[in-house]
């Protein structure tokens, strides 16, 4: 048996033991399958590397946190449910036209950020009582926000695992809008419309309101709103017109709006705030910092160019196999390190058989779908939260919708000689 | 009870943290000490970048020159190594020349740590050696460090989410870690950020140096297409397509590129734009830049042997032609060495007015006989 797949299997299989038998979380079974795959390659315990995988998305750290601050804060300062109430009024008579809105709604962070927990934590929780309150169960709310996100993970103009895939092979991030939206807004607007339509039939307006708090908004009026508005000005703003707009960094953003949150609605403690959203996200913060360590063990011991090229040989029907489930698959570990393991070698693979921009942006779209693979499956796990439930009821109603998307993938894959016209 | 409890449990936690973060410390830390050089007696005077911009002093980027100086009057050639620390032949090239080069007309500059900040860590995920190590033939031995193709985020942090460059270049998306890539910035900034102004320290060295030839040494992963290729501004595509002939005589396949006209900020094209220089740039093949690379040790650093490439290659999916045991790093800093010395051969022919003449470890069948522990001289 190769070394490679030696190093590979210790790594997942002490990762199960860690998380299923021991139920130790998810993080620290990865550490533990990290450690376990550098003992077995003859590296010992090599700190560095676990030291550097543990900081290597900090970044994508310090946005997750401040977003959950901001995202406690104006939900304690009562905009949120004001929010819902003006949704609800405003457009139940088109029930559909609601829904694609409100998904669009979901999409519009993770467009900006390329950030799905981005899209769910900020946007995601916004609409999510909404969808809870027009009938909608929250396994299938959960499923709306969490595929939503990913859409707009994988929509222009931000999409990080396509620009991971690109720098790969030195494609400058050009001309992806077009592919990209043309795999992303059908998604959508399926996933949406399968998962909540029914539901949203008939809606009677006086019931809902029952429900609703058409009080807050009244008492405090527009100023309720303004860190929502304040954050998608700050945050389009520093994109569309960056020589005029200082660079504040989406954490600061985030910060910022939190603060003015404290001041604009319903008076609340902002230190309790802070801690209960810091306790809240911790778990998913330990669980990047694992990723990011199992990774780079894999990298460091040769596991991950075992399991390209292992990939590489099995020829092009394996290999579009290989694209609709291992490519995703990985996602369990992490999206990104899906589009730079797996990403670029498939890209490679592929060139000749198409327009090479659009099936960079197919194949991006494939990695983003790992973000609802568990465990990690950061964007369904904060969903789940979100409408309280655990991630295992949501996942099932993501089933059929991830299908389609990969379905819709794959024939656009196989027909992207024809598609190069969206890439101009 | 229990809050006391649970306040200990944090301590033990951060404890164990400190201690964890300690022991990593201590291997970064080992990353700021550079490579001693044995200059060969040729040296006249080592300078620093910060004579070229001032801002840099006291600063990580205040990057040593060893200048070589005929006497006689003639051209002057710069090399840069090390502009991305993790792409090994370059640096170990500017190092190999630095200590064995004889110059006899006009002068030569000598960068071998063009990005010394990049130097001083790895790249995450990427799963790098810091450093590894060489035994000469006297049976003492050199360690060389492996860095980041960027600059150390502890020296330029945070990216900013939007960045357009002295050249024109917009950094945006996952790009904008590039504002930390010497080779996006050209020509640089004396007030902008540390990699702006260590491009703008070069370019003013070729400015008021005077300047006439430059080779950026480079390395790339196996599947980059670029390989055993030398990209040349314009201006500098005549000396690099004879270099490149002359190469292919020798039997080391070579092909001259002519710099993309929106190469914004790389040293081929924004150099070559804004300084009277001859830009430069070639590439060598490194596997283990690539995302198929086996174990990460120093037989891969320094024997190049990777037979998953060499896999990938046969079965049609790696266009660069991988031999069956590798390319070793000698292999590749003979290939950059000779490619400067030929290099210089051509702008001779084009330029016999201001003549540059060194000789530097011979041919390339020499430094493959000499090896790396012959290359290399002790240091104490």
Redesign the interface.
Known sequence: MD??LLVLLAMLGVFLIGNLLLKLPVSLSMILGAVAGALV?GEGVP???????C??YV?TILIISTAMLFMTAIQRSGALEALNALIVTKFYKVPALMLILLMFIVMFPGMIT?SSTAAVLSAGAIVAPILLKIGIPKARAGAILAVGAIMGMAAP??N?PA??IA????MP?IGFEGPLFLITIPCAIFTVLFLGLKYCKNLDIEELKKDLDMEVGKKYGFKLYIPILLLVVLLVL??AV??IMP?L??PLIFLLCAVVAVFTGRRFNAWEGGLEAMDTTIPVLAKLMGV?MF????????A???I??SC??WGLVALYIAICTIMPGFGAVSSY?AA??MG??FL??LLDTGDQITIAALLSFICCLGDLMPPTALAGNYAAQIVGLKYKPVLKHCVIPFLVCIALAVIYLLNSKYMGFLTR | MKKYSYLWKNILVLAVALLFAAVAAHDFLAMRTPEPVAASDGLTRVAKLSEYCANLKGTVGDEEIYMFDSGVPGGTFLVLGGTHPNESAGMMAAIAMAENIEVTAGRVFIMPWTNTSGFTHTSPLDGMQDLFTITLKDGSTRTFRVGNRLTNPVDQWPDRNYYEGTSGRKLVGTETAEIRNVNRLYPGNENGVLTEQVCAGIKNLIDRENVSIVMDMHEGSPEFFYLDTTMAHERALNVASLMAMDMGMDGLDMKAELSGQTSYGLSHRSLGDNTNALMTLMETYNPSMGPLHGKMDDDLIINGNEPNYYQAHLDGYIYYRVKENGIPLIERIARHIVCITKLKDAYNLYYPEAPIEFTCLGSYDDMMKLGLEGVFKPVK
Do not use: N
Not at chain 1, 167 to 170: A, F, I, L
């Open positions: 070394i490679e390659a700190i560095r590397h676990l030291f550097e995988g900081f290597t970044d390329g103009p931000v990080i620009m991971l720098g790969g092979v030195d991030y520093t994109r960056p020589k660079q960094g989406t990011g990774i780079q063990i894999l990298t460091l011991t040769g991950r160019g075992y390209v090229v590489l040989g390190g730079s393991v670029v070698p490679l693979v």
